[in-house]
């Protein structure tokens, strides 16, 4: 099993910047990568940002592209996601996700049911 934990989200205006943050612990060594996913009021959950842990390559929604960058640190089995430029569409509730599926497929990392363990969710509003 994989423990998540998010923190880092809030209230911010538009235009502004927040960073996530999610720890994980337990069965670290069978992660791939970590993603994240959001999901606004009513919405479907939509894929944000993913990283392969080892060699740290990502891939981006074109929605967040140039906007949001996702990282880790693999000392302390934590991933972030730093968000600029922050836009009322970005409110949602974002989580945190980890998989153990080697598979390089743009579209496959892309899929909810790629990732095994999920964190709790961390509340993101941007006010216009």
């Known amino acids: 099993q994989v423990q998540l934990v998010e923190s880092g989200g809030g209230l911010v205006q538009a235009g502004g910047s927040l960073r996530l943050s999610c720890a994980a612990s337990g069965r670290t060594s069978s992660v791939y990568r970590m993603g994240w996913f959001r999901q606004a009021p009513g919405k479907e959950r939509e894929f944000v940002a993913t990283?392969?842990?080892?060699?740290?390559?990502?891939y981006y929604a074109e929605s967040v592209k140039g906007r949001f960058a996702i990282s880790r640190d693999n000392a302390k089995n934590t991933v972030y996601l730093q968000m600029n430029s922050l836009k009322p569409e970005d409110t949602a509730v974002y989580y945190c996700?980890?998989?153990?599926?080697?598979?390089?497929?743009?579209?496959?990392?892309?899929?909810?049911?790629?990732?095994?363990?999920w964190g709790q969710g961390t509340q993101v509003t941007v006010s216009s």
């Open positions: 996700a980890a998989s153990p599926s080697a598979s390089p497929s743009s579209y496959i990392v892309t899929q909810a049911k790629t990732y095994t363990y």
């Open positions: 990283i392969n842990w080892s060699v740290g390559s990502t």
